[in-house]
């Protein structure tokens, strides 16, 4: 082995880094082999026409339903419509949110249109249910509703010849979440039996994306289950094989980039999830059915589900249900990227700008790893400084490769010399590295927010690409004050290294090039420093 070459390890980390995040891409890919394991024996079908889950042991009432009315509901960081029809969700805005930093107008999640549907659809099935072939029309008793305390309460009333029901939208001050509660009075003489279903309806359109390079943000459906915490299929999986699980409480999401929608269930009750494609009308659905409640004649019931539409919040989804907060995709390396986050939200809570609070990570971990880059920094400046020898011995042994081996083996002996030793404290780093990769990438605080200047969203490229230049600027001096290798062709390889870097990183998030910026000068400082020391020129 030429131990010369080793110092284009350090040229290529960037790229080895790339590589790995692709490969956690090529590892979620699997996962949907294991489809088939989570198949579970169901008594549902699906009405093709509504998407409607349907109980084979029960029938479900025709209520004939042409109402196109909506609701409007207001609060502090919400603006859904909720129809008539079904008591769906039908459109959900972001009021916190804008849908691009140069349009102040609340991102829409949910939507149905003749180009768009993302709806979340909640009913009842079962021998006395109300959905089926076709939705009940409820009633309420005005068309706009707004938060004025600190709770507001929506009523939707159906009558039909089995009940009176009342369906209930609880919406809080601050809150994303909504609770939906079915209350029942049984109007028979004998027992009324329904199930509670909650599903959201999609289509395969996908949100755009701010960077395609590097890092694409997973779009489809993520549940738990009992041997997968976090278990997740996108659409292309969910085309090829749908899925169907059952369980004790749990929850399921449609999930996207920096935002989800998920519905939460009763943990004391035991569900059947499901997820499919609907091949006629190109539908995705993914949702539950509850167990069967029975309400007694003369008697009152009820039944209740929760259901999330907003920012992809850690603190908010880990209250809300385990692992709900594992929607934050951040790769195989969660548990390292977790805490990075953590530490994250605290440099933010003491600076007030998220691009000072990367500066401030990225400070943090190279005081951490401080000591192994020393170790690193030191063996690669002494590699630099018996580097004339190694060429000297390569030239005087140019027809003898044996002999020449063996020559700059006794000098690594004598002098004490470890080619590795500059690498394997940089391998060590590397799932570090990648973690605060999927950290920045994936943390929707990072979205429109503005560090300096010029840097008015940290989630989208340099604009100027300023950032990127002082990258592929600080690449070439670290490449100066690091062990340059004696190989013509090498040689060239590094110094083309950091134009191909460069322009590789124009178009990544302001957020992650400000980290390599970063972490590039303190490495430098940390080279130029031991150097000096060691006497190295």
Known sequence: MDFKKIGILTGIFATSLYLLIEYSAFSDAKKAEKAA????????????????????????????????????????????????EGGDIVSADLLTQKQAIDNPTPLRLLNQTSAHTYIAQTGIVGPNGTDGETRPVFDASQSSYELIDDTLEVA???????????KTYTFKRGEYQISIDYQIE????SVWRGNLFAQIKRDGQKPPVANSVGMQPFLGMATTTAD?????????????????????GGWIAMVQHYYLGAFVTNPEDT????????????????????????????????????????????????????????????????????P????????????????????????????????PNTVSAKSMAKMRKFAPLQAEIRERYADNKQKQQEEILKL????????????????????????????????????????????????????????????????????????????????KIMKMMPIFMGVFFLFFPAGLVLYWVVNNILTIAQMYYINKKMGVQ
């Open 37 to 84: 394991d989570l198949q579970a024996a169901s008594t549902e079908q699906i009405d093709t026409s509504t998407g409607i889950p349907t109980l084979v042991d029960g029938e479900t009432p025709t209520v004939v339903a042409t109402s196109t009315d909506k609701i409007s509901v207001k609060t502090d960081v919400l603006n859904v419509e909720i129809a008539l």
């Open 156 to 166: 939707l009333t159906l009558e039909t010849a089995d009940a009176f029901i009342t």
């Open 186 to 189: 049984n109007k028979l003489d």
């Open 228 to 248: 997968e915490h976090y278990y997740k299929q996108d659409f292309e999986d969910l085309a090829e094989q749908s899925f169907e699980y059952r369980q004790d």
């Open 271 to 338: 569900n059947r999830f499901f997820a499919r494609h609907l091949s006629n009308s190109g539908m995705y659905l993914m949702g539950y059915t509850g167990p069967r409640v029975e309400v007694e004649a003369g008697e009152t019931g009820g039944m209740q589900t929760l259901f999330y539409i907003g920012p992809k919040d850690t603190t908010t989804l880990e209250s809300l249900a385990p692992y709900l907060d594992l929607t934050l995709d951040y790769g195989w390396l969660w548990w390292i990227a977790k």
């Open 340 to 371: 990075l986050f953590k530490v994250l939200e605290f440099f933010h809570s003491l600076v007030g700008n998220w691009g000072w609070a990367i500066v401030m990570l990225t400070i943090a971990v190279k005081i951490v790893f401080f000591y």
């Open 412 to 491: 690594f002996k004598k002098e004490k010399l470890n080619p590795m030793g500059g690498c394997l404290p940089i391998l060590i780093q590397m799932p570090v590295f990648i973690a605060l990769y999927y950290t920045l990438a994936e943390s929707v605080e990072l979205r429109h927010a503005e560090w300096i200047g010029w840097i008015t969203d940290l989630s989208a490229k340099d604009p100027m690409f300023i950032l990127p230049l002082i990258f592929a600027g600080s690449m070439f001096i670290q490449q100066k004050v690091q062990m340059q290798p004696t190989d013509p062709m090498q040689a």
